[in-house]
């Protein structure tokens, strides 16, 4: 009983104090400049050289051909560590990372997304 007489007071301060956490879902977090978020490709851009595909360190993007001089990417988020290797190393800046970052899924099969 003594015990909780002394966590009475430390409990009446910490009511009226503002969370030393971020309230993340309920307002939207705001990411840096430089944040690697998800790929954006831009196809128009895209010469198929396929060095991203060689610089990638977890083989997370693919660049398949889809007609004369026409490419599409097809990015494997579930092995993707955006690290931003694959956007400097594309010579034309086809590839982009941006700031979305919510990205969690529960089937796998959705997590091979084509960009």
């Known amino acids: 009983m003594n015990k909780i007489g002394k966590m009475i007071p430390f409990i009446v301060r910490e009511i009226g104090e503002k969370p030393a956490t971020t309230t993340y ?11 690697r978020g998800k790929l954006k490709f ?6 198929g050289c396929k ?3 060689r ?11 889809t007609g004369e001089k026409q490419f599409k990417a ?3 988020l579930d092995r993707c560590i955006y690290c931003g290797q694959c956007t400097d190393s594309c010579p034309r800046d086809a590839l982009e990372c ?5 990205l969690a899924n529960t089937k ?4 091979k997304v084509e960009i």
């Not at 879902?25 to 944040?35: C, E, G, L, N, S």
């Not at 831009?42 to 010469?47: E, F, H, L, T, V």
């Not at 610089?55 to 051909?65: G, N, Q, T, V």
């Open 51 to 53: 060095i991203c595909m």
């Open 42 to 47: 831009d196809a128009a851009k895209c010469i």
């Open 108 to 111: 796998r099969d959705q997590l």
């Open 98 to 102: 941006t700031q979305i970052f919510e």
């Open 74 to 76: 097809v990015v494997y």
């Open 55 to 65: 610089d990638c360190p977890s083989r997370a993007i693919e660049i398949e051909k």
């Open 25 to 35: 879902p309920a307002t939207k977090a705001v990411m840096p400049d430089k944040f």
